[in-house]
């Protein structure tokens, strides 16, 4: 094991133990193994729309599960399964959720579940916007001043503690929101620090985004025929183009991550994309992979995989929850050194046993994946070794260990 299953002790005898120690639900798990069912609860046992403090209208339907015509949505089960992510924090431990948008969810609440603890649990940190009515002084927030929900599709990071997301498709329209907005456990209110207001104009934000913590700044490439890449400094709160992706990329739906051993943002979209922010260019190729078999080959071509990266190994970890569930490729980058827009970037694919976690967007015989994307719901924690993923609202989190 990479690391000690028991509590470490100090020098006079006491228990250092707190967050350094691997919780218990983590010790003695097979490695290489899909566990799933970890947890007290899952988002479902949640839902506001059952909290009669949440929902004003308990026991019928809320506000947030009608689109803006009064017509029923997906409900909350679209929180994920609605081209939505995820973000997991390192330090913290907090895995986040959230999503609907478009036709599907008018929810803004958010989901978090504490990873690092003994026995993790989905805790929901605001509850959902009443009045849905669009306000008169933005078209991305409503009247409490609270931002609409998107797709949140790779759009989601949590940085120091904080949840950001970088807009998607918005409820109930369908159009693209450039936002950036923040929430946090501690002061659980969205706080809208950057409104698109047409300059620079993202027509469709169903993009890219990656958090690049070098230069405290979020990369983001919005899509819907507006392939550039764009810098969101957090402290300035400023957003400024940086480059013209090649307009064969499309960058719609797709996955992205930055590297902090090279110093530049990965794209997954029909292959693979690398930007270098210092050389302010980019290079993109196939990369090398399977036939394509069942939803997963389907999967590779069209993106919207989860992405993580393993700090330990300097390798990425793509799961598409496509073919039998359980295939996870690796991306391994060139060696350290190595120009990484130039050098090869190889894949292969992981060995590993167990039931893998259930993804609910296929029809029945797995061979048509509507691939609505797993995001940043799949992660990877240095601390527990182990990949991690949840890919509907009625399941408790999956773990794959590393050791």
């Not at 300059?199 to 230069?215: C, E, H, I, K, R």
Request: aromatic share 14%; charged share 15%; with cysteine.
């Amino acid at each position: 094991m990479a690391y000690p299953v028991a509590d470490s002790y100090s020098g006079s005898g006491a228990i250092a133990g707190g967050r350094s120690r691997l919780p218990l639900w983590r010790r003695g798990l097979p490695v290489r193994t899909w566990v799933n069912g970890i947890g007290a609860n899952t988002i479902n046992d949640i839902n506001p729309r059952y909290d009669p403090v949440a929902n004003p209208l308990y026991p019928a339907k809320p506000p947030w599960e009608y689109d803006t015509q009064g017509n029923p949505t997906g409900g909350i089960a679209t929180v994920m399964d609605a081209w939505c992510g995820g973000a997991f924090g390192e330090a913290t431990g907090n895995y986040w959720v959230f999503g609907g948008g478009h036709s599907d969810y008018g929810g803004n609440e958010v989901f978090v579940l504490d990873v690092y603890s003994d026995t993790p649990t989905w805790v929901r940190i605001n509850n959902p916007t009443i009045d849905m009515a669009v306000s008169p002084t933005h078209y991305m927030l409503h009247n409490d001043g609270q931002t609409r929900t998107v797709h949140s599709y790779n759009n989601l990071h949590e940085i120091n503690g904080e949840l950001f997301c970088t807009g998607g498709s918005l409820y109930d329209q369908g159009g693209g929101a450039c936002y950036v907005a923040r929430i946090s456990r501690d002061d659980p209110v969205w706080k809208p620090d950057y409104l698109n207001s047409g300059t620079p104009y993202f027509g469709n934000s169903w993009g890219v985004s990656a958090y690049n913590a070098a230069d405290n700044s979020i990369y983001k490439s919005p899509s819907g025929g507006n392939d550039q890449c764009y810098r969101y400094d957090i402290a300035a709160k400023t957003m400024t183009k940086m480059f013209d992706f090649p307009s064969n990329m499309g960058t719609g739906y797709y996955s992205a991550h930055w590297n902090p051993v090279r110093n530049v943002m990965i794209i997954i979209a029909y292959g693979l994309w690398v930007y270098d922010p210092v050389r302010n260019a980019s290079f993109g190729w196939m990369i090398q992979q399977p036939p394509p078999v069942g939803g997963l080959g389907i999967g590779m071509l069209v993106g919207k995989y989860g992405v993580c990266y393993d700090s330990k190994r300097d390798v990425y970890y793509i799961w598409s929850g496509g073919d039998d569930h359980g295939s996870v490729w690796v991306l391994t980058p060139p060696a350290v050194g190595a120009d990484p827009l130039t050098a090869e970037w190889t894949t292969s694919l992981m060995t590993n046993t167990g039931t893998p976690p259930t993804f609910s967007i296929f029809d029945a015989d797995r061979t048509n994946a509507a691939m609505r994307g797993t995001y940043g719901r799949l992660f990877y924690s240095e601390k527990l070794d182990a990949i991690g993923v949840t890919s509907r609202v009625t399941d408790k989190l999956s773990i794959l260990p590393l050791s």
